[in-house]
């Protein structure tokens, strides 16, 4: 498996996201998932304070106890209702730890960004847990170019730690702002963490046109108007022709989403959910195509 850094760290380049934990997975299932990613040499485990009602965090700790050296882990506040004051931050920070059941964070990010709380209360919230050992590394999520722009002057001003990553949502069906998002990531020396990579499985090919979702695929328990805006003929049209154009160079549609991706500039690490460990194997050895200026024209006439 690649490697990729984020800052001082150093992560797989693929990485599992751990909202299925809690949810649609239990403690010995979460186990299992795990098991196989560290076997697959995947380190980077992303969770949030409140994936699964904040089970995932625990059901994470659980699987990772004993080999806590092997993994990197990252978890999120912020998008439970308390926003981003720096009072909170710390109750939440040392909320998260006592779920894991580890003694830092390596990667502690702001799940989204908080209009209530002026960047500098949070980032200096965020320091100070730097400085205390109980984080390693800071990201944040969800933010526009400008905000990173912001946040990224404010640490420098300040000599703070500052933001190492940025994790928005990022894949071939969902491109909107792609390009200012890299840009913003190269200025400031950030790495993208891309969350829903394959489109929420729309871009696995489990989703057939015309047909219902599967029984137990995440398109399947969301709401009506959600599932039909993802599954729509236009988006279709676009899933059909990538998975065309992956077929006739012997790949899948999953290999060339998540290619496509690996080779962007400023990529960290792409996080990708699963729930089975074929699905993690199939995640693991996803990354291996490169790309050629060719193929990302292409790509981009079909994605346009």
């Known amino acids: 498996m690649e490697t990729r850094t984020l800052g001082s760290l150093t992560v797989s380049l693929v990485g599992l996201g751990c909202n299925n934990f809690g949810g649609r997975l239990d403690a010995a299932a979460t186990k299992t998932v795990v098991d196989v ?3 697959a040499g995947i380190t980077l485990f992303d969770t949030a304070d409140v994936y699964g009602g904040t089970k995932s965090e625990e059901y994470l700790g659980q699987a990772l106890a004993g080999r806590r050296d092997d993994a990197i882990v990252a978890t999120k506040f912020g998008a439970g209702g308390g926003g981003a004051k720096a009072s909170y931050v710390a109750s939440c920070a040392e909320d998260s730890l006592r779920r894991l059941g580890v003694d830092h964070i390596d990667l502690y990010q702001i799940h989204r960004p908080d209009p209530e709380t002026p960047i500098e ?3 200096g919230a965020l320091n100070q847990l730097v400085v ?3 984080v390693r590394e800071i990201g944040c999520s969800n933010f526009s170019p400008e905000q990173i722009e912001e946040a990224a002057k404010v640490s420098e001003a300040n000599g703070w730690a500052r933001f190492v990553t940025v994790q928005n949502q990022l894949n071939l069906l969902q491109r909107k702002g792609d390009a200012q998002l890299v840009a913003a990531s190269q200025q400031h020396d950030l790495k993208i963490l ?7 499985g729309m871009l696995t090919g489990k989703y057939k046109r015309g047909e219902e979702p599967p029984e137990g695929t995440r398109l399947a328990g969301t709401p009506a108007d959600r599932r039909e805006r993802a599954m729509s003929d236009r988006v279709f049209d676009k899933v059909e022709a990538l998975t065309q154009m992956a077929e006739s160079g012997g790949h899948t549609v999953l290999e060339l989403a998540m290619s496509w991706l690996a080779t962007m500039p400023a990529m960290g690490s792409v996080i990708a959910g699963a729930t089975k460990p074929e699905q993690v194997r199939s995640n693991a050895e996803s990354v291996a195509w490169q790309l050629t200026d060719e193929d990302r024209a292409e790509i981009d006439r079909i994605t346009a």
């Open 132 to 134: 205390d050992g109980k």
């Open 121 to 123: 209360e949070t980032l």
């Open 194 to 200: 891309p969350y829903f990579p394959l489109a929420s």
């Open 37 to 39: 990613c560290l076997e």
